[in-house]
């Protein structure tokens, strides 16, 4: 009996991790100081496969990825599965190609923390996590709060 309400509880937790997860939106946030307003989706996901590595006024990208959002906006973005996309990043650092992998976060506050601290950071994270900190960028001329939003 123990053991089946157990298994209960354990199977609960996992839905409900499952479904904040499943439910969240992503939003893509930079320094307030960044030049970078806007970006189309084929933008985000080549910046983030190290592809695009600066800014248009010249400035080098600092990418960091928050942890509980990875796989989705993997899915979403960047469209690979995340063995092919650590796959991707070592092949580009062998061949001597100077991006660097995006910075994994656990915790959206030290995240902010590493934006505010790089001029040029893109990050993505939950909405629910942003605070005027930090700047939101527009996906395909779209806020997170526009529903024609790419990363709902």
Known sequence: MRRAILIGFIIGISL?????????????????T????????????LIFLGQITTVR?????A??????????FLKKVVKMSPYRYRKHWIRLIFAGHGAAPPKQFENPKAMKQFVLENRCAIAFIDVRDVDDSVK???????????KEYPLQ
Do not use: W
């Open 34 to 45: 960044c030049s970078v307003t806007d970006l189309s989706m084929e933008e985000l996901r």
């Open 57 to 61: 006024a010249g400035r080098e990208f």
């Open 136 to 146: 939101v960028l527009k996906i395909n001329g779209k806020l997170p709060s526009d």
């Open 16 to 32: 409900l991790q499952f479904e904040s997860v499943a439910f969240s939106q992503i939003a893509i946030i930079t320094n307030k």
């Open 63 to 72: 990418l960091a990825a928050y942890k509980p959002l990875h796989n989705l």
